[in-house]
């Protein structure tokens, strides 16, 4: 299965533009951008996402664990970027994969690889 459509959660503006870039050169298409899980679940529940790339931190402390919670219900996959380890990840998504941060264009198409 190839994903297309991707819903990128960054509470960064400009890395979140940087992962847009990332992905349109891939050949990929931003289902929707959010910077807290409020947003995301919206955009979740418009439809058409067909994978996600979730910052572990949000603002204000704010976790991207609900939104996956979420995806995971829906079968949809994603994948956690992070700039700390993999232990920031919680315990139940421990075998998902994970998108270090600092964010590379290689880094991106590994992590959307492993999705499927």
């Known amino acids: 299965m190839s994903v297309h459509s991707i819903l990128i959660v960054e509470d960064e ?5 940087m992962i847009e870039d990332f992905l349109d050169v891939l050949g990929k ?7 807290t899980v409020e947003a995301a679940l919206a955009v979740i529940a418009g439809g058409g996402v067909e994978a996600a790339i979730l910052d572990v931190n949000l603002r204000g402390g704010e976790k991207s664990f609900p939104i996956a919670d979420v995806l995971a219900q829906k079968g949809i996959p994603f994948v956690f970027a992070t700039g700390g380890s993999h232990d920031t990840v919680a315990e139940e998504y421990r075998d998902r994969p994970t998108l270090p941060k600092p964010f590379t264009m290689d880094g991106v198409a590994k992590a959307l690889d492993a999705l499927g």
């Not at 503006?13 to 533009?17: K, Q, S, Y």
């Not at 298409?29 to 910077?35: M, N, S």
Request: proline content about 8%; aromatic content about 0%.
């Open 13 to 17: 503006p400009l890395i979140a533009m």
């Open 29 to 35: 298409a931003v289902a929707g951008t959010a910077d």
